[in-house]
């Protein structure tokens, strides 16, 4: 079985400058977050989807930051624009159902210059 | 809101040591509890995953523990060997309401076993 996958895999840009990240879950899970992980710190949820709705966008800096699931399986994040700031790794993960077991793709690395 | 913190932040010992790792959490009120691995520029691995009910897991080498009453957790991993050299964390759903929820977690604890 596939796991979660990323695309791409690090991306350096500088400031202002577009940028968006690709995630494909395994597949049939419904459950679908973006999380942002800084330098020594655990990763940090910035949204969840049920299927294509996002239910909980509540630590999701709307001002630059989107996000959209189209037909409930891919999911694309973008940030416009980009600020010194967002360096980080952002990751993708996905779950069946409830108390089921994340699992993680492994990251896009940002750089912003 | 939960917090999880982790002790220790890092650690370092010979191989074949068996060893201890701690995570403690401030709403005991989870439904599940999920232990991961990282190794450096790579993503989260789930190592086991422990549901409210139970009191603890294992996979292989490794058992992790709960105590959802203390707000606790330990991870334990027999017989050390450099390939588990990385960084160990622990999460918890951000809310005790149910759902699919986002996790909340600890910084981690870097992990060193010496040949």
């Known amino acids: 079985e596939a796991g979660v996958v990323q695309s791409p895999r690090y991306k350096i840009i500088e400031k202002k400058q577009p940028v968006a990240f690709w995630c494909n879950p395994i597949s049939g899970h419904n459950t679908l977050y973006w999380y942002r992980q800084n330098l020594g710190q655990g990763p940090e949820l910035l949204i969840r989807?049920?299927?294509?709705?996002?239910?909980?966008d509540s630590q999701l800096p709307k001002d630059r930051f989107s996000a959209e699931r189209l037909k409930g399986v891919d999911s694309t994040l973008k940030i416009q624009p980009a600020e010194l700031g967002d360096s980080a790794v952002y990751l993708c993960?996905?779950?069946?159902?409830?108390?089921?077991?994340?699992?993680f793709g492994p990251g896009t690395r940002l750089l912003v210059l | 809101k939960q917090e999880v913190t982790q002790i220790p932040a890092a650690l370092s010992v010979p191989e074949g040591e068996n060893l201890v790792l701690n995570c403690s959490f401030t709403d005991s009120a989870i439904y599940n509890l999920q232990w991961f691995r990282q190794d450096p520029g790579k993503g989260l691995t789930s190592l086991l995953l422990i549901q409210s009910s139970q009191r603890e897991q294992t996979s292989g080498r490794l058992n992790a523990s709960l105590d959802k009453s203390s707000g606790r957790s330990t991870l334990y991993i027999a017989a050390s060997q450099p390939g588990d050299s990385a960084t160990y964390l622990c999460a918890v759903p951000m809310y005790s309401g149910g759902g699919a929820d986002g996790l909340t977690f600890g910084k981690g604890t870097h992990l060193i076993i010496q040949p």
């Open positions: 989807y049920e299927n294509e709705e996002a239910v909980d």
């Open positions: 993960a996905s779950s069946l159902v409830r108390a089921e077991a994340q699992y």
